[in-house]
């Protein structure tokens, strides 16, 4: 399967490897988000998108019940088997997040991390759909994504413009893609698919931060990086809500 916006060969190699103690994703993005998670002892949780497993076994660590990884890359697919090793309340699928998430049950997850992907993705409201799909009534969407204003400030043009960037990723000598939203088209296509905001977060790095990399964690804390929501879906139950559009609806 080769998915074009996955994380493959050099890329994900590196991402895998930075994403351990890097400073934007271990100390920036995942302190937030885990922040935003609360307390997730003994909940079921969907990781859309889940890399090298970091969140997965920082999840678990924390009380998950258990953990469902969705990723599409091949590289950090094998790498998050590693990280996860046996254990047996962990299931990892490989799986193109532009298509539905047909093998997944409805309200069947507590929780649904979306950590620093969706952004890669053109079939984004459909993916919200289905976290919308597979949550129970009251359960709880995590989503991370790159700052509109980093990204204004980084790639220029108009604040408004919706253009897909491809931008040279680290040190990896690869490039990955993405689209760049405003904060209008983010959060609007949150609240459209049904999910009330519960809380918002503009992270910047943590302190561990500056052992890793002090130039890095100074400019986060100059320049907004990333943008992190909590969301919950609705507690009435889908009869009593007109909730999204299906997949293919
Ligand atoms: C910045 S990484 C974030 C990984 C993980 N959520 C984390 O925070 O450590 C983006 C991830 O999205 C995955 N991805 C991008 N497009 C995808 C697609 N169409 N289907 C499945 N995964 C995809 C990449 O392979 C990569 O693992």
Not at 49 to 60: P, S, V
Not at 127 to 138: C, I
Request: glycine share 10%.
């Amino acid at each position: 399967m080769r998915i074009h916006t996955a994380y493959e060969g050099a890329l994900g190699e590196h991402f895998a490897d930075n994403s351990t103690d890097g400073p934007c994703n271990a100390h920036t993005d995942r302190p937030a988000m885990l922040d935003l998670a609360g307390d997730v002892t003994g909940l079921r949780v969907l990781d859309a998108g889940c890399g090298a497993g970091h969140y997965i076994t920082e999840l678990r660590a924390r009380g998950a019940a258990e953990v469902v990884g969705v990723e599409g890359s091949a590289t950090l697919l094998r790498h998050a088997r590693a990280r996860v090793g046996d254990d047996v309340a962990v299931a990892l699928h490989q799986h193109d997040l532009e298509e539905p998430l047909g093998f997944l049950s409805d309200d069947s997850f507590d929780l649904v991390v979306i950590a620093l992907v969706h952004h890669h993705l053109e079939a984004r409201r459909q993916l919200l759909a289905e976290a919308h799909r597979v949550l129970r009534p009251g359960g709880t969407l995590l989503v991370s994504t790159v700052h509109p204003t980093a990204d204004w400030v980084w790639h220029g043009g108009s604040y408004f413009d919706e253009d897909r960037v491809e931008t040279r990723f680290g040190d990896s000598g690869t490039t990955h893609s993405y689209r760049r939203m405003t904060m209008q088209t983010f959060l609007g296509e949150l609240l459209d698919t049904g999910f009330a905001l519960e809380r918002f977060a503009e992270p910047r790095a943590t302190e561990a931060a500056r052992r890793v990399d002090e130039s890095r964690y100074l400019k986060t804390h100059r320049t907004p990086f990333f943008v992190a929501v909590r969301m919950r879906k609705n507690e009435a139950s889908r009869d009593a809500f007109d909730g999204p559009p299906r997949p293919g609806s």
